[in-house]
């Protein structure tokens, strides 16, 4: 259970007020050009101008990257949980252009949103404390889980999420896992078929995957949507960062639906005591324990045992 801290302790005897679904700015406050004088700020959505003013400010010292607050936009409003408000922000840097990279922002397991560039930060402001991570107050109870959900359901509703939020029912719920030291393994639970590959032949056998309803329930909460579709865990640059990899690591391929994520892991030999002995971020952990458990629970099965291999076609994964 995440520990509060001060700040989330003072705000538990604030009044709580619900998501408030704000109307959509049709023209963002960042579209005017920034002039040479001293900047009016303007009211937006919710946002008196003297809170907007508050908002930029705050901002930019908490970043500490030499923001001016005069470069600040909200662009997006996305909420008030209890006494936080969720916003995003844009820099407009004077005199240079946008460079177009999306920036995906996703907290612990659940993808928030996909904003346009780098230009484009999620911020949290508490009136009379000025602006907060959202990570932090998440960490310190200020946020909860349902805040999150609630976060993600704005995003999604001003469309700046992609791909969407799970939403497969459990009767319709199948998933497809590849692991390995070259993908060798394979178990789709839609076709209830294992397959193995040797090094001339291939062996197959019928398995049903016990309890599809943990299964799903985790997938759910796994928010399958926020994770890149490759990294490596253990590296706090690892998205998109495979080159390299591909033919020295140990791998896992899971798909749902429209989605696969490719996982390569830092040891051949990673099983589950291993991976709680890494300092791995919770996002990955909890991708990790899933697919662990998942080739666990198959190659523990009779029906994976009833596949006789002959040696001399048996792969090894070296490590």
Same mark, same amino acid.
Not at 232 to 241: K, L
Not at 286 to 315: C, G, H, Q, T, Y
């Given at each position: ?103 995906? =922002?996703?907290?612990? %397991?659940?993808?928030?949103?996909? #904003?346009?560039? /780098? $230009?484009?930060? !999620? &911020? ?35 469309? =700046?999420?992609?791909? %969407?939020?799970?939403?497969?029912? #459990?009767?319709? /719920? $199948?998933?497809? !896992? &590849? ?35 943990? =299964? ?104």
């Amino acid at each position: 259970m995440k520990k509060r801290s001060l700040l989330s302790l003072a705000l538990l005897g604030c009044t709580l007020f619900s998501c408030v679904d704000q109307e959509v700015i049709e023209e963002s406050s960042s579209s005017a050009s920034i002039s040479s004088g001293p900047r009016v700020y303007e009211a937006f959505g919710p946002y008196t101008a003297e809170q907007v003013e508050d908002i930029c400010v705050t901002y930019a010292e908490r970043v500490n990257l030499g923001y001016k607050p005069e470069c600040c936009f909200i662009e997006y409003d996305l909420g008030v949980y209890g006494a936080a408000h969720v916003n995003i922000i844009k820099y407009v840097k004077e005199g240079k252009s946008e460079v177009k990279m999306e920036k995906t =922002i996703s907290l612990y %397991g659940y993808y928030i949103c996909t #904003l346009p560039s /780098f $230009s484009y930060d !999620l &911020n949290v402001w508490i009136e009379g404390q000025g602006s907060f991570d959202l990570q932090r107050l998440y960490e310190t109870d200020v946020i909860t889980d349902d805040d999150i959900k609630a976060i993600i359901k704005e995003a999604d509703r001003q469309k =700046i999420r992609k791909g %969407g939020t799970f939403d497969t029912k #459990l009767e319709d /719920f $199948s998933f497809n !896992l &590849n692991w390995g030291y070259r993908f060798s393994n394979t178990y789709d639970s839609g076709t209830s078929l294992i397959k193995r590959e040797g090094k001339t032949n291939n062996y197959t056998a019928s398995f049903s995957y016990p309890n599809m309803g943990n =299964i799903y329930q985790r997938v759910k909460d796994l928010d399958i949507y926020s994770y890149a579709d490759e990294f490596r865990p253990g590296s706090e640059h690892s998205e998109g960062t495979t080159a390299g990899l591909r033919n020295t690591n140990y791998r896992y391929k899971l798909k749902i639906g429209d989605k696969t994520i490719t996982c390569y892991t830092v040891r051949l030999t990673l099983d589950k005591s291993e991976m709680m002995r890494q300092e791995y971020r919770p996002h990955y952990r909890k991708f990790f324990e899933l697919v662990i458990d998942i080739k666990d629970a198959i190659e523990s099965s009779a029906e994976w045992n009833s596949m006789n291999i002959p040696e001399d076609d048996l792969l090894v994964d070296y490590g």
